[in-house]
């Protein structure tokens, strides 16, 4: 077994070769090498798949070494695809291995194409989508829109997500997904990261994720198959906010990155959001105090996050969603009015004000 593990240690190598300038010098018989090593991998995890505690051992001589955790043992049963993927996007790869790669992805040995008869098709897709991903972005791109690239990484990481799912983990791998997922949307812009997240979490929502729900109904599962799909889309939503609301620094990095429309409906969808994301403008707006000489209010130093208007906007967008969304943060707004003294004038408390500003515009959208 330690032989195994040895071996197994290696792919995180394997993988980053395949991506380096080093594959200048393959010829036909090292390329061939390299996919043998693929398919010894996936031969170990078809062997061990169905042994927790080996799987764990393998998972942790994986992820040695590695500065971020990407790598676990469910990307051992995709080696061939990944290695396949490295290659095809590696223009160093000289012509004639090229060629031998593009030949074993059209004819796969007996023993490649006989479990996963997609394999090649799913390469492709990915391979699309990097092309895809890989073009130019518009001049200005709308802030709220979900134009085509962001939509195509939101459903690029749900498919990831999806694929993570498929495999029997062992207890505690929930961690190292989140782990993963942490990892993936490190390598982002920040605030790319954030759009990715809210894209991919509005979409498990809206079912736009036509590709996944085409490959769902051709399984033929019916509704046990529609119900198990479900509670899958669930884990994925839950395991996004989980990497969301586990950090309140991120938390607030990500409210503050967003607009306030695109931040309720994700609040609309998911109640796990909503509450955290009240607290959060709770603690805005109580930074925030009365200038006497404008007549506004005003941020306190470098404490307050959001002027005035910026806060309005937000509370607005939450009591323009939905009516259950509406009265919760209307309840919200009356409680902390009641805390502050329950004034029905101007200046004196916040909540007051924010509370008479959005009644207002409410009786406004209801003439309209």
């Given at each position: 077994m330690e032989a195994v593990l040895a071996q197994v240690e290696q792919l995180p190598a394997l993988l980053?070769?395949?991506?380096?300038?080093?594959?200048?010098?393959?010829?036909?018989?090292?390329?061939?090498?390299?996919?043998?090593?693929?398919?010894?991998?996936?031969?170990?995890?078809?062997?061990?798949?169905?042994?927790?505690?080996?799987?764990e051992a393998l998972s942790q001589r994986l992820r040695r070494g590695q500065r971020s955790p990407l790598l676990?043992?469910?990307?051992?049963?995709?080696?061939?695809?990944?290695?396949?993927?490295a290659l095809l996007e590696n223009r160093a790869l000289p012509p004639a291995a090229c060629r031998r790669l593009i030949h074993s992805l059209l004819q796969p040995s007996g023993a490649e194409a006989g479990p996963e008869p997609r394999d090649l098709a799913l390469l492709a897709r990915r391979k699309a989508a990097s092309r895809l991903l890989a073009l130019p972005r518009a001049p200005s791109p709308p802030p709220l829109g979900m134009e085509p690239q962001l939509q195509s990484e939101a459903q690029l990481l749900l498919s990831r997500l999806r694929e993570e799912r498929q495999e029997v983990e062992p207890a505690g791998e929930a961690a190292g997904r989140l782990r993963w997922l942490s990892g993936v949307l490190e390598q982002l812009p920040q605030t790319r990261a954030f759009e990715v997240v809210a894209a991919a979490l509005l979409l498990l929502r809206q079912g736009n994720g036509a590709e996944e729900a085409g490959d769902r109904a051709q399984d033929g599962n019916g509704l046990d198959g529609n119900q198990a799909s479900g509670a899958g889309e669930e884990c994925i939503a839950g395991l996004l906010l989980s990497w969301l609301l586990g950090n309140l620094e991120r938390l607030s990095s990500f409210c503050l990155s967003l607009p306030g429309s695109l931040l309720a409906s994700i609040a609309g969808h998911y109640s796990q959001f909503s509450r955290p994301y009240l607290d959060l403008l709770t603690d805005w707006g109580s930074h925030l105090h009365y200038d006497p000489l404008t007549g506004r209010w005003v941020k306190s130093f470098d404490k307050a996050k959001l002027s005035w208007e910026e806060l309005r906007e937000h509370f607005s967008c939450l009591c323009q969603w939905s009516?259950?969304?509406?009265?919760?943060?209307?309840?919200?707004?009356?409680?902390?009015?009641?805390?502050?003294?329950?004034?029905?004038?101007?200046?004196?408390?916040?909540?007051?004000?924010l509370l008479m500003e959005v009644e207002k515009h409410q009786r406004k959208v209801a003439e309209c």
């Open positions: 980053a070769v395949s991506r380096s300038a080093l594959v200048r010098d393959w010829d036909t018989l090292t390329l061939e090498r390299a996919l043998e090593w693929a398919r010894y991998f996936q031969h170990v995890h078809g062997r061990f798949c169905t042994r927790p505690r080996l799987r676990g043992f469910p990307h051992l049963g995709r080696c061939s695809q990944l290695l396949g993927l009516m259950k969304l509406r009265e919760q943060t209307r309840t919200a707004l009356r409680l902390l009015k009641a805390r502050d003294g329950d004034f029905k004038v101007c200046g004196l408390s916040v909540w007051t004000d």
